[in-house]
């Protein structure tokens, strides 16, 4: 007979868990084939997509998965504290999984790119101003919009000419 705990061969056919599967299950979600998938899409992503993304990208995956079966995880997801929803403008709610630590971001306003940093002198600042008004900062979010600076035209050599005098 064979233990509970022993690996079946679909375990081990299945690749490890992805680092937001684990956050799943340790939050007690049950793990389907679909959450896996999706968990297993929004730990790969670099960017912040929208759910229609993130079914295009698990949709190549496996064809069977509804765009409604991404809402509901995507939804499920947020509500346990797992990706947190952006608003980064053009009318599209993104997803930042919430274990890549505090960071804030820079949005390109005119190719929708969005650029992750941290910043500690902005930290302190927060800081400074909630205590200021008399308030214990519990949290922050900064999302700074922009548009590229123009590349500075190259620097032209002196004209020669007579000297002046």
Request: charged share 35%; with cysteine.
């Amino acid at each position: 007979m064979q233990s509970s705990d022993a690996p079946t061969r679909a375990d081990a056919d299945r690749p490890d868990p992805s680092r937001i599967e684990r956050l799943c299950v340790e939050r007690g979600l049950k793990m389907t084939g679909q959450r896996r998938l999706i968990a297993r899409v929004l730990s790969e992503a670099e960017d912040h997509p929208d759910v229609e993304e993130l079914y295009r990208r698990a949709a190549t995956l496996d064809a069977k998965i509804s765009v409604a079966t991404v809402y509901r995880t995507v939804r499920l997801l947020e509500e346990k504290g797992i990706v947190e929803r952006r608003d980064f403008g053009g009318g599209r709610a993104r997803y930042d999984p919430t274990d890549r630590g505090h960071h804030h971001h820079l949005i390109d306003v005119d190719t929708g790119k969005v650029l992750e940093f941290e910043d500690p002198e902005h930290e302190k600042l927060a800081q400074a101003i909630a205590k200021r008004l008399g308030f214990i900062l519990v949290g922050q979010r900064l999302e700074l919009f922009g548009r590229r600076a123009p590349a500075a035209p190259p620097a032209r050599p002196p004209r020669p000419g007579k000297p002046r005098g």
